[in-house]
């Protein structure tokens, strides 16, 4: 089992909010993570946009729109990036990362579609 | 602003060895770590290791110990990652990222094992 499962596609319409999850494998609880989130689009490197551990320890990337927020699901053990107002140039994939025993660990990627 | 300019594409035969070299600027070289991550076509990202371009401190991902080789030229302000023993796995785009939360990256340099 993945240290972090994200479902692979989403779609959603344009103006409108999506939430993209990061779970974390059972017995790792994501309350003790910074969970850490980046864009990437065709043809180029990741982006960061966000880390996230709790409302009192988050950080905004450089730059990156405040419609961009993390979250946490303690009940899902899971990581949440929510994109709010929907814009055609969010359709990106978009990964989340932890640092876990010792290594950086990536999810495996959402493919956000904005249609 | 921060840059990190990788090199250029190479091609190489299995069992063949490969540098890729990361050229920082718009920050001090030798105050924030680099990292290399790499990304096979339409897969996701994979972390690798990092380097402390200050002390020389190297930590390589379980799964390329023996096989990588991070170092750096502080006079230069670049750093190189280095793998050996090629196998047609490893081909990718090969990615630097600065800092604690990889917050800059760089172009990416394509790899190709082929014989």
């Known amino acids: 089992q993945a240290v972090l499962a994200q479902p692979s596609s989403l779609s959603a319409s344009p103006g409108a909010s999506a939430s993209l999850t990061c779970t974390l494998r059972?017995?790792?609880?994501?309350?003790?993570?910074?969970i850490y989130w980046y864009q990437q689009k065709p043809g180029s490197p990741p982006q960061y946009l966000l880390k996230?551990?709790?409302?009192?320890?988050?950080?905004?990337g450089s730059g990156v729109p405040s419609r961009f927020s993390g979250s946490k699901d303690a009940s899902a053990n899971a990581g949440i990036l929510l994109i709010s107002g929907l814009q055609s140039e969010d359709e990106a994939d978009y990964y989340c990362m932890i640092w876990h025993s010792s290594a950086w660990v990536f999810g495996g990627g959402t493919k956000l579609t904005v249609l | 602003q921060v840059q990190l300019v990788q090199s250029g594409a190479e091609v190489k035969k299995p069992g063949a060895s490969v540098k890729v070299s990361c050229k920082a600027s718009g920050y001090t070289f030798t105050s924030s770590d680099i990292h290399w991550v790499r990304q096979a076509t339409g897969q996701g990202l994979e972390w690798m290791g990092w380097m402390n371009p200050n002390s020389g401190n190297t930590g390589y991902a379980q799964k390329f110990q023996g096989r990588v080789t991070m170092t750096r030229n502080t006079s230069i302000r670049t750093a190189y990652l280095e793998l050996s023993s090629l196998r047609s796995e490893d081909t990718a785009m090969y990615f630097c990222?600065?800092?604690?939360?990889?917050?800059?990256w760089g172009q990416g340099t394509l790899v190709t094992v082929s014989s």
């Open positions: 990222a600065r800092g604690a939360w990889f917050d800059s």
């Open positions: 996230y551990k709790s409302d009192s320890d988050k950080q905004q």
């Open positions: 059972s017995g790792i609880n994501v309350g003790t993570y910074r």
